[in-house]
C-alpha cells in the first residue's frame, strides 16, 4: 500500500480557476509532509515543509495546509507559469532523508 | 540562491561500463543525498550520506551502486556495471540538517540523464 496518494493525477485549469491538489498519506510515523514542484527534465524544487496538523504555509499563488490525514495544495488565481507537476513526499521516522515521494499532480494551467 | 549542481547533465553508456554521475552540494550543507526518477514514474529514494558513512540506502542500492566524497566539495554515485534498468533521472541532494528540526528543506539538483543502451 502506497504510504503518499496525490490526486487528481493531472489537472487542468484556467488562468484564474482557483482548485486544491490532495495528498493523502500514511498517518503512522509522519514526521513532515514535503511539497515540491517539479518542470519537465528538472530536479524538484522544494515549496512547502509541514509538521503538525492545523499548520499552513504561503507562498505567492500557492497555500499549503494539513490535516490529520491529508494535505492540500491550494493554488488560487493560477497563471500560465504554475503549470508543472507538484510532488508531496512524507519523511517518516526512523528513516535518514528518505522522503516517499507521491506519484504528483501534473497541472496545467491554460491563458 | 544555492544550487546542487550536477554534472553531466546526460550520460549515455553501454551495458555492462561503468559510471560516476558528479554532484556539487549546496557548500554548508552536511548530508547528501541520491535519489533517482524512472520515465514516468515516482522519485525513489536511493541513499543517504553524512560524514564519510552511508546512513541509509534503499533496496534499489545493491552492491553495485557506491557513494563517495572524495573531496570538501564533489559527492559522487557510481554504478558499477550498467544495466538497462538503471536508465533514469537521477538526482544529487543537500540539506543543512538531518530532518529532525522543523522548516528543514531538502534542495535537488537538476539531474543526470542516464541512459543505458
Known amino acids: 500500500e502506497d504510504q503518499v496518494t496525490q490526486s487528481p493525477e493531472a489537472l487542468r485549469l484556467q488562468e484564474g480557476e482557483s482548485s486544491s491538489l490532495n495528498c493523502s498519506y500514511t498517518?503512522?510515523?509522519?514526521?513532515?509532509l514535503f511539497w515540491y514542484r517539479q518542470d519537465p527534465g528538472k530536479g524538484p524544487e522544494f515549496l512547502f515543509t509541514?509538521?503538525?496538523a492545523g499548520e499552513e504555509k504561503e507562498k505567492e499563488r500557492l497555500k499549503a495546509t494539513l490535516t490529520k490525514k491529508e494535505s492540500f495544495l491550494h493554488i488560487t488565481a493560477p497563471k500560465p507559469e504554475d503549470s508543472a507537476t507538484y510532488l508531496c513526499?512524507?519523511?517518516?521516522?526512523?528513516?535518514?532523508?528518505?522522503?516517499?515521494f507521491g506519484k504528483g499532480t501534473k497541472l496545467s494551467v491554460k491563458p | 540562491e544555492p544550487e546542487v549542481t550536477q554534472t553531466p547533465s546526460h550520460q549515455v553508456t553501454q551495458m555492462g561500463q561503468e559510471v560516476i554521475l558528479r554532484c556539487v552540494p549546496i557548500?554548508?550543507?552536511?548530508?547528501f543525498y541520491w535519489y533517482r526518477q524512472i520515465l514516468g514514474q515516482k522519485v525513489e529514494f536511493l541513499v543517504s550520506?553524512?560524514?564519510?558513512?552511508?546512513?541509509?540506502k534503499s533496496e534499489i542500492f545493491d552492491d553495485q551502486f557506491s557513494v563517495e566524497r572524495p573531496d570538501g566539495s564533489n559527492f559522487t554515485l557510481k554504478i558499477r556495471s550498467t544495466k538497462l534498468e538503471d536508465s533514469a533521472m537521477y538526482f544529487c541532494?543537500?540539506?543543512?540538517?538531518?530532518?529532525?528540526?522543523?522548516?528543514?528543506?531538502?534542495?535537488f539538483g537538476s539531474g543526470t540523464q542516464l541512459s543505458v543502451l
Open positions: 550520506f553524512y560524514n564519510n558513512e552511508i546512513s541509509e
Open positions: 498517518v503512522s510515523g509522519l514526521r513532515g
Open positions: 557548500s554548508n550543507h552536511l548530508y
Open positions: 541532494a543537500s540539506s543543512e540538517r538531518f530532518f529532525r528540526t522543523a522548516n528543514e528543506k531538502l534542495f
Open positions: 513526499a512524507g519523511h517518516y521516522g526512523g528513516s535518514q532523508g528518505n522522503l516517499i
Open positions: 509541514l509538521y503538525s
